[in-house]
């Protein structure tokens, strides 16, 4: 259905940017699990390497570099306004006492950014969203919000065109076309403001850390929908090895599959994955479900306290929970508080760990404390163990070999040391009995070798139903154990049919 839309005509010949002597085409991708873009020519040759350092301290948001990596001399920089949906600009390095700074604007309507530069005369630009201006033959992705054109807002002349890349491919972004030619400083504000959009316009998306313990620090990612509607908010918790990106084709706006786009969503890094920090120890069992519940806990009362985050629990939230990160969300209810208790709107338990003990032969648990240890281990797991390879792309298996590899080494033996030995049954049971028809659905891959029918169906199920819950169990044909990257699709319609 996407490619049909993307394929509808064009609103009118006016957005047509057609090629001039000056026109050029450059590329964009992702880098860095999807937080840096790379930028390239129409020939391919590295052009600029955009790194976002949003959330750090005495950092741009975003620095673009002239050059192939991050390390290339800065040619402009962008922050962002508290609060606020404007950014300044920087035209330089920001330790020149000589950069010029400009405002980049919400201008008129809430898709409308306006930026003035002075190019021999001061001259203003307004970047527009748009699903109906292509370059060349390329239509834009009309599902996505992530389409841009820059007019010039005195002659209304068509400057430049951005082209997200849609469902594509999970590497490219996009593309877009200069149209004009206005030096230097004008080519960098280009991709330097068309970024930002990227950031800031185009979604309700946000980066957050959360300050759980003195030594945990603890990423998510949350997104509002566009139209505020009356659903629960999703807290999506990952399996052992995975990050807040596992969840990517459930919450990025442009994916087919986009949850955020109807719900508000917020995808937690688990303590010592992906973004977030925890302590240089495993001394009294630092990452244990536990301590992780804690943090989501913690995350959840902060939420409930933050007057400029409140409106996410307005109509309660639903634990969204993939293996390990299932034994997180049974281990989190046992801690919440009586009014967020009382907010707790059902369970999604994606490859469920049981909330009980398990513990592992001493052989097996060494060969999974090394499975995260080198790209060949990881990729040996992921197309032995996790995973049917047919039902992944390379960029879905490049993403696992990444999240794996980056958590830190007290996380990585946490779970088979001693995270499975874990019993948080009896604290999790006496809340769920508190709270009689509560809802919870189970998805289980067919071929999952990690998380079995039986175990799943004596083990959480059973308890699940032992404690009151209305339960359902689907099981997911052809799928391994990564359900959200092999098979979104079915988390999806299964949200959507309860929530």
Known sequence: MAHELANTSISSDEDLPLPTSTSRLFHVYNRRRKNDYAIFTADKAPLAYVRSSSFTIGKPDLTYHAGETDQAPIAAVCKFINFSRHCKVGFGDPNDPNIIWEDLKRYKLKNH?????????????????????????????????????????????????YVNNG??????????????????QFDSAIPDTEVSQLYTSTTTMESSFFQTSPHSAIHARIARPAKKGSQPLL????????SSQTWHKLTDFD???????????IAIDLRGWGQSTGPENNNNQAYS?????????????????DSTKQDLLEYGFLLVGHSMGAKVALATIGLLSKDLQELLQGLVLVGPAPPTALSLPPDMKAQQILAYESEDSVRWTVNNVLANPEKLSESDIDLVIRDSLV????????????????????????TLASRPGLRSSVLLGELDVVETKGRVEAEVVHFLRGSGVEVSLTIVEGIKHLVPLEDPESIYKEIRRYW
């Open 167 to 184: 469902a594509k491919s999970w590497e490219k972004c996009g593309k877009f076309q200069i149209n004009v030619d206005y030096g230097a």
């Open 113 to 161: 950014y306006r930026i003035e530069m002075t190019l021999g005369i001061r001259k203003a630009f307004v970047w527009k969203r748009t699903n109906h201006t292509p370059i060349g033959d390329d239509m834009p992705f009309m599902l996505s919000t992530k389409n841009f054109k820059l007019i010039d807002e005195q002659t209304e002349e068509l400057v430049a065109v």
């Open 235 to 242: 807290v999506f918790l990952h399996y052992w090895g995975g």
């Open 289 to 305: 479900i536990t301590e992780m519940a804690s943090d989501v806990a913690t995350i959840l009362k902060c939420l409930s306290e």
């Open 255 to 265: 994916s087919s599959t986009s949850l955020s786009a109807l719900y508000p969503t």
């Open 407 to 430: 958590g830190n080494r007290f996380a990585k033996s946490a779970w088979p040391s001693y995270g499975m030995q874990e019993d948080v049954s009896p604290a999790s049971r006496e």
